[in-house]
């Protein structure tokens, strides 16, 4: 299962689960404290700005990001949870969740995993490059761009409670 939370609840968040993995998609150079139940080979850094197009001095999504993130969540054995944060857990960390139930479950339908984010989480509003750059390397065609849309921006908030999402 996957957890999404805010870099103020990461502690908190592995400890309350249980993870052994966690994935940070957050600006370069933030300080994240990794909780000593994660090895350092089970947290991924993906030190990116949370922007949908490029804009100077910043670092916008690209398929690299994605890649990565793709290549650490298909190694996650599942055997423990995996915890997913941003700064706020509400943009790059419910997209990278979103990404992480695509890519773990091919066949399942992007649209009732997008209503599962927005059921577990109203103030979730996935960054919208990041679902696209993973929409074409996942080769699912528009689907998962087209179901973020669907469930609409979330609810207005300075910081997202933690969650956790299911799937298959």
């Known amino acids: 299962m996957i957890h999404v939370c805010p870099l103020s609840k ?5 400890e309350a689960t ?5 994935l ?6 933030t300080e994240v404290v990794r909780p000593a139940a994660i090895l350092p080979q089970d947290h991924l850094f993906v030190g990116i700005n ?9 670092i916008h999504p690209a398929a690299e990001h994605v890649a990565g993130i793709l290549g650490f969540v298909r190694r996650w054995p599942r ?6 944060h941003c700064y706020a857990g509400i943009s790059r960390s419910t997209a990278s969740a979103y990404i992480a139930a695509c890519a773990l479950n091919p066949d399942a339908s992007e649209l009732e995993i997008a ?4 059921a577990a989480s109203p103030s979730a509003t996935p960054n919208a490059l ?12 528009g689907r998962m761009n087209a179901a973020i849309a669907a469930i609409g921006t979330g609810h207005l908030a300075f910081e997202g409670v933690p969650f956790e999402l299911t799937f298959g």
């Open 130 to 141: 990041l679902v696209s750059l993973a929409d074409n390397a996942l080769g699912r065609r």
């Open 79 to 84: 055997q423990a949870p995996l915890v997913v």
């Open 115 to 118: 209503q599962r984010l927005r």
């Open 24 to 29: 940070s998609v957050i600006n370069l150079g």
């Open 18 to 22: 249980g993870a052994r993995h966690l």
């Open 50 to 58: 949370d922007i949908t197009a490029p804009q100077d001095g910043l």
């Open 10 to 14: 990461i502690e908190a968040t592995v």
